[in-house]
């Protein structure tokens, strides 16, 4: 079973800190995304990286920049946090263009 | 601009009976479609995914329809229980194009009754 893990579930954090969300998966999948949920709004795309070192941005990349020096870590940094960065953050990865998403449980962000 | 639309914030439904779940899309380039399962405080898991190629796919009590000329896919639930309590999300992509990225809607939160 492909593994996908997010270092923390639930983090708080001060309006203006620097935050780094990270996630490590077990299955040498190529791809790997950071998508945001919030209610009515599904599951939005941040950014995406299809190789080490390369990055795309997704849906709403503002406010966030990535990093995937390795294979199997994908880091989401949140360089000035704001209050309208409070969400589900979910990390998910896939081994081709085809296929589904496998998702992390998530990190819940409070920002105050 | 909302690309993959689900209208339906929520459903309930008896146990026994049938659920549908049903999902809209305007980009004609999509052209395979899933759907995800999503229970509180864990993360979306793969239920069950349709290529443009088809108009039916089943797995077990789960079946997904593409009505391609409508933009329109649903996801039929037989018969639902109450373990199937949780928001479903459809998703799309498009393929080779688009590494494998998904473009999600809203959710519908289904409820199954005992």
């Known amino acids: 079973d492909v593994k996908v893990t997010q270092s923390s579930r639930y983090l708080v954090k001060r309006t203006g800190e620097k935050v780094f969300l990270e996630c490590v998966q077990d299955m040498d999948h190529e791809n790997m995304f950071w998508y945001r949920q919030d209610p009515g709004l599904g599951l939005r795309l941040i950014y995406f990286?299809?190789?080490?070192?390369?990055?795309e941005k997704g849906d709403i990349p503002e406010g966030y920049s990535v990093s995937r020096e390795k294979k199997e870590r994908f880091s989401l940094i949140l360089e000035s946090a704001s209050t309208n960065q409070t969400s589900m953050y979910l990390c998910a990865s896939s081994r081709a263009s085809w296929g589904p998403l496998h998702f992390g449980n998530g990190t819940r962000l409070t920002v105050t | 601009d909302q690309q993959v639309k689900q209208n339906s914030p929520s459903l309930s439904v008896q146990e026994g009976r049938i659920s549908i779940l049903n999902c809209d899309y305007t980009?004609?380039?999509?052209?395979?479609f899933l759907w995800y399962k999503k229970y509180p405080a864990e993360g979306p898991t793969f239920l069950i995914s349709i290529s443009s190629i088809k108009d039916k796919n089943e797995d077990g009590r789960f079946t997904v329809f593409l009505n391609k000329s409508a933009k329109h896919l649903s996801l039929h639930i037989v018969p639902s229980q109450p373990g199937d309590s949780a928001v479903y999300f459809c998703?799309?992509?498009?393929?080779?194009?688009?590494?494998?990225?998904?473009?999600f809607g809203q959710g519908t939160i289904l409820t199954v009754h005992p």
């Open positions: 990286s299809y190789d080490v070192k390369m990055k």
């Open positions: 998703a799309a992509s498009s393929g080779g194009t688009s590494y494998g990225k998904l473009t």
């Open positions: 980009n004609s380039m999509f052209d395979y």
